[in-house]
């Protein structure tokens, strides 16, 4: 399939579930948001369920690309720098508008339910709680770099969805305030727990 195309599709599948939630984004609604018939749809995609893996797996590089960009532009190699990174690579624009943020609920939700996008949530999760106890771990030893990178991982989870779930949508800037004041905290606490 051309890259724009699909490109295409998967932007009308958010449009979708930004306009009527998952329950109702049939595929002929998204194909009608796109343009094209809904047998390419089923045609390149197996369906529904095969449009909205599809959607999820560019999300979810644009995230990885998101956190990236962010680590290359550092000129330092601390710890702390990397985490701020891949808590603002998780709060960056191509993550908090409506109808990505809108499609992230969709498939938190579809993924209790169906085994192919469990994977790729357990996939996201392993990978946000694996980058940041790595760095925690060159600061920490094991067990506490392992109980702090659960509990950032659970924050910005937390910062995301409580965000996302308010009228307004969800503030990047201050999710990102937040998640580095309790980064700040926690690693306050190990360095006056640690001994001189």
């Known amino acids: 399939m051309e890259p724009i195309r699909r490109h295409q599709l998967i932007k009308a599948t958010m449009a979708a579930i930004d306009e009527v939630g998952l329950a109702d984004a049939t595929v002929m609604?998204?194909?009608?948001?796109?343009?094209?018939?809904?047998?390419?749809?089923?045609?390149?995609?197996?369906?529904?369920?095969?449009?909205?893996?599809?959607?999820?797996?560019?999300?979810?590089?644009?995230?990885?690309?998101?956190?990236?960009?962010?680590?290359?532009?550092?000129?330092?190699?601390?710890?702390?720098?990397?985490?701020?990174?891949?808590?603002?690579?998780?709060?960056d624009r191509s993550q908090v508008t409506g109808p990505v943020a809108k499609t992230w609920l969709a498939f938190w939700a579809s993924s209790m339910h169906k085994p192919k996008l469990a994977r790729l949530q357990q996939v996201n999760d392993r990978r946000l709680y694996s980058n940041i106890c790595y760095q925690f771990?060159?600061?920490?030893?094991?067990?506490?770099?392992?109980?702090?990178?659960?509990?950032?991982?659970?924050?910005?989870?937390?910062?995301?969805?409580?965000?996302?779930?308010?009228?307004?949508g969800l503030d990047g800037n201050e999710a990102r305030r937040l998640a580095r004041d309790y980064l700040d905290r926690l690693l306050d606490t190990h360095d006056t727990l640690s001994p001189a």
């Open 29 to 91: 609604r998204i194909a009608r948001h796109a343009g094209v018939s809904a047998g390419i749809i089923s045609h390149y995609f197996g369906g529904k369920d095969g449009l909205l893996d599809a959607t999820m797996r560019q999300i979810l590089s644009d995230l990885g690309e998101a956190v990236a960009a962010r680590r290359a532009e550092l000129t330092t190699s601390s710890p702390r720098a990397h985490i701020v990174a891949i808590i603002d690579g998780n709060f």
């Open 137 to 168: 771990r060159r600061l920490m030893p094991r067990h506490e770099a392992r109980a702090s990178a659960r509990a950032l991982a659970a924050l910005i989870d937390g910062l995301w969805l409580r965000g996302a779930l308010t009228p307004g």
